[in-house]
T-cell receptor, first 114, second 117 residues
Framework: AQSVTQLGSHVSVSEGALVLLRCNYSSSVPPYLFWYVQYPNQGLQLLLKYTSAATLVKGINGFEAEFKKSETSFHLTKPSAHMSDAAEYFCAVSGNSGYSTLTFGKGTMLLVSP | EPEVTQTPSHQVTQMGQEVILRCVPISNHLYFYWYRQILGQKVEFLVSFYNNEISEKSEIFDDQFSVERPDGSNFTLKIRSTKLEDSAMYFC?????WGPGDTGELFFGEGSRLTVL
């Protein structure tokens, strides 16, 4: 069984500041890990994914995440926040079936102030 | 760019009524999914569908729920007799293939918000 914990339902940053969204997972099998973003009135969009290749994964819009097995973490970062990054971000884990059955975290709303 | 579309965007219904949520997956995709998110809670897997049958379902997906691909384009989720606790955002998704490769990526629709009164 898998589970995901996202620390902080809301994270506020200033434009240009570092973005750090935390995700910890639990999985009984080697996990596949994902970050999705949801902009207002839009669907869930894949930001990046970890599928057992490189532990540092780069995604769209300047985001990246690092898989740390020892910490069971997959935190999402971006060096410099932009106003357009304001959205809800979901971390998800999948087991040995790959993408099919995703277990999501509760989501973190990123607020970016000028 | 191809996208998954869902209708309606918002539906309000009375408890006990039947509801059908509709989804049009991306045209060359073969695998279809429903997820839901109750307000303030996690996005939860409901069901996956392939080759005109359910391939996987969660505990949430009980006898009140059913899915169907009535024609070559639509994928529907039916709730037979809605309960208050069915109020949620329902997301449809589709993928070209199954598994961890790029073709297994899930593409999600914008969601259908269901409110049961």
């Amino acid at each position: 069984a898998q589970s995901v914990t996202q620390l902080g339902s809301h994270v506020s940053v200033s434009e240009g500041a570092l973005v750090l969204l935390r995700c910890n997972y639990s999985s009984s099998v080697p996990p596949y890990l994902f970050w999705y973003v949801q902009y207002p009135n839009q669907g869930l969009q894949l930001l990046l994914k970890y599928t057992s290749a490189a532990t540092l994964v780069k995604g769209i819009n300047g985001f990246e995440a690092e898989f740390k097995k020892s910490e069971t973490s997959f935190h999402l970062t971006k060096p410099s926040a932009h106003m357009s990054d304001a959205a809800e971000y979901f971390c998800a884990v999948s087991g040995n079936s790959g993408y099919s059955t995703l277990t999501f975290g509760k989501g973190t709303m990123l607020l970016v102030s000028p | 760019e191809p996208e998954v579309t869902q209708t309606p965007s918002h539906q309000v219904t009375q408890m006990g009524q039947e509801v059908i949520l509709r989804c049009v997956p991306i045209s060359n995709h073969l695998y279809f999914y429903w997820y839901r998110q109750i307000l303030g809670q996690k996005v939860e897997f409901l069901v996956s569908f392939y080759n005109n049958e359910i391939s996987e379902k969660s505990e949430i997906f009980d006898d009140q729920f059913s899915v169907e691909r009535p024609d070559g384009s639509n994928f529907t989720l039916k709730i037979r007799s809605t309960k208050l606790e069915d109020s949620a955002m329902y997301f449809c998704a589709s993928s070209e293939a199954w598994g961890p490769g790029d073709t297994g990526e899930l593409f999600f629709g914008e969601g259908s918000r269901l409110t049961v009164l």
